[in-house]
């Protein structure tokens, strides 16, 4: 059974870059041909779509985001990244990392992490 599990600060000030760990166990993140997503949803909106890493370790990004994200991964430690630079109230979400075999496939899911922004 896959797990994931997300964790990081659950505040962050404007301008700063938002930091969140997706740790994976019962999977690995090189396994052939998944796809390792984050997905946000701000207070009383539906799920957005962040990026992705898949298991080659390429990237994909939302065109809304793209100029402020970055997701990387710790293969030794079956970890994968989000960063969010230059964040604002609007960035305010529950973030959730999950796993699946493509773009929109949601298999597996973190339990989310709370992010506020605020100074």
């Known amino acids: 059974q896959v797990q994931l599990q997300e964790s990081g600060p659950g505040l962050v000030k404007p301008s700063q870059t938002l930091s969140l760990t997706c740790t994976v166990s019962?999977?690995?993140?090189?396994?052939?041909?998944?796809?390792w997503t984050w997905i946000r949803q701000p207070p009383g909106k539906g799920l957005e779509w962040t990026g992705t890493i898949d298991y080659t370790g390429s990237t994909y990004f939302s065109p809304s985001l793209r100029s402020r994200t970055s997701i990387s991964r710790d293969t030794s430690k079956n970890q994968f990244t989000l960063q969010l630079s230059s964040v604002t109230p609007e960035d305010t979400a529950v973030y959730y990392c999950?796993?699946?075999?493509?773009?929109?496939?949601?298999?597996?899911w973190g339990q989310g992490a709370h992010v506020t922004v605020s100074s």
């Open positions: 019962g999977g690995s993140i090189t396994a052939n041909s998944y796809y």
């Open positions: 999950a796993r699946g075999a493509g773009f929109t496939d949601y298999t597996y």
